[in-house]
């Protein structure tokens, strides 16, 4: 599972930060989560395709997560694509879409599907991953969307294999794919017999804007990392007020703690922080969030893609476009 992050500013784009958008990369494709003015141009920038992405999913319809869908889906159209899109967001996200549809005349040479969000669990959404959506505290109805590796595969344990009697060759091929194996002296060997146990399914939770983090409580137990908006630092939250409800990275950062999330990703910065240079830097950001957070920290980057392992570790696999 990889993410790769197609804008990471609050409100309005900076010269080096898009308004909000990550993909979720799987084995059978990839989704968008929000979709921020400016997403498609910052998907030219990857080796993301329209043509493979399976779902996009809208966590509220303010501007910054939103305002990018009818030029995406537009473009989409122009590219040729047939296949069917699922759209999953807020109820009002279909007005929203269809009204800049009918106003603008575009007519898409593929089916759209729009999900409620209640609905996002829907079993036939996606094949290789299950969807859950958990409530926020935001100004208008917002979610985060969990995504949860539905198959886990099996590894051969060779300490069985050898207690067993299963010579090394073909027939641990065949144990590993599902299929018994007759042994020379004509037993069979079962590859629930041979079969380490099944490896922790991998978990990603994506929150739209929050202003309380502990509403995830329920949502990450199980998750091995969490992206969350960190707007603000405290001190600037403080001085700001409630009235935008949003997140401090402190705030954030001691949920995660509190919740032992292994991989915690902080986005959506507010444009006052610059990325190295101003009275307020991404510095400040990331030193508040390490002052509770001892565990593995990224402040996403525009096009920055992490990689969870199968083991539950997220690692950078390379540096963003200049």
């Given at each position: 599972m990889e993410l790769q992050f197609l804008g990471t500013s609050s409100g309005t784009p900076t010269k080096t930060r898009n308004v909000a958008g990550v993909a979720l990369r799987s084995a059978d494709g990839w989704v968008l989560v929000d979709c921020g003015e400016g997403t498609q141009h910052r998907i030219l920038r990857t080796n993301l395709s329209p043509h493979t992405l399976r779902a996009i999913f809208i966590t509220h319809l303010h501007g910054d997560h939103c305002y990018g869908l009818p030029g995406l889906l537009a473009s989409a159209g122009l590219l040729n694509r047939t296949a069917p899109m699922a759209i999953v967001g807020p109820a009002p996200l279909e007005r929203y879409v269809?009204?800049?549809?009918?106003?603008?005349?575009?007519?898409?040479?593929?089916?759209?599907?729009?999900?409620?969000?209640?609905?996002?669990?829907?079993?036939?959404?996606?094949?290789?991953?299950?969807?859950?959506?958990?409530?926020?505290?935001?100004?208008?109805?917002?979610?985060?969307?969990?995504?949860?590796?539905?198959?886990?595969?099996?590894?051969?344990?060779?300490?069985?294999?050898?207690?067993?009697?299963?010579?090394?060759?073909?027939?641990?091929?065949?144990?590993?794919?599902?299929?018994?194996?007759?042994?020379?002296?004509?037993?069979?060997?079962?590859?629930?017999?041979?079969?380490?146990?099944?490896?922790?399914?991998?978990?990603?939770?994506?929150?739209?804007?929050?202003?309380?983090?502990?509403?995830?409580?329920?949502?990450?137990?199980?998750?091995?990392?969490?992206?969350?908006?960190?707007?603000?630092?405290?001190?600037?939250?403080?001085?700001?007020?409630?009235?935008?409800?949003?997140?401090?990275?402190?705030?954030?950062?001691?949920?995660?703690?509190?919740?032992?999330?292994?991989?915690?990703?902080?986005?959506?910065?507010?444009?006052r922080y610059q990325d190295s240079q101003g009275p307020l830097t991404l510095a400040d950001v990331e030193a508040e969030a390490r002052a509770e957070y001892a565990g593995n920290l990224f402040l996403a980057r525009d096009l920055a893609r992490l990689a969870l392992d199968k083991e539950g570790m997220l690692s950078e696999l390379a540096s963003p476009e200049a």
């Open positions: 269809r009204g800049v549809m009918d106003t603008t005349a575009l007519q898409l040479p593929y089916p759209v599907e729009f999900i409620d969000v209640a609905d996002a669990g829907r079993a036939t959404l996606l094949s290789d991953l299950a969807v859950t959506a958990t409530a926020l505290s935001h100004r208008i109805p917002s979610f985060a969307y969990g995504f949860t590796e539905k198959a886990v595969e099996r590894k051969l344990d060779p300490a069985r294999l050898a207690a067993v009697g299963v010579p090394r060759g073909p027939l641990w091929g065949a144990l590993q794919s599902g299929l018994d194996a007759v042994l020379p002296d004509g037993r069979t060997v079962r590859p629930a017999d041979v079969l380490q146990p099944p490896r922790r399914a991998r978990r990603i939770v994506i929150a739209g804007d929050n202003d309380t983090p502990e509403l995830l409580g329920d949502a990450v137990r199980d998750a091995h990392v969490l992206v969350h908006e960190a707007t603000y630092t405290e001190a600037v939250l403080e001085k700001v007020g409630p009235g935008p409800q949003h997140s401090s990275a402190l705030r954030v950062a001691r949920f995660a703690r509190e919740a032992a999330i292994p991989n915690l990703v902080l986005t959506h910065f507010s444009p």
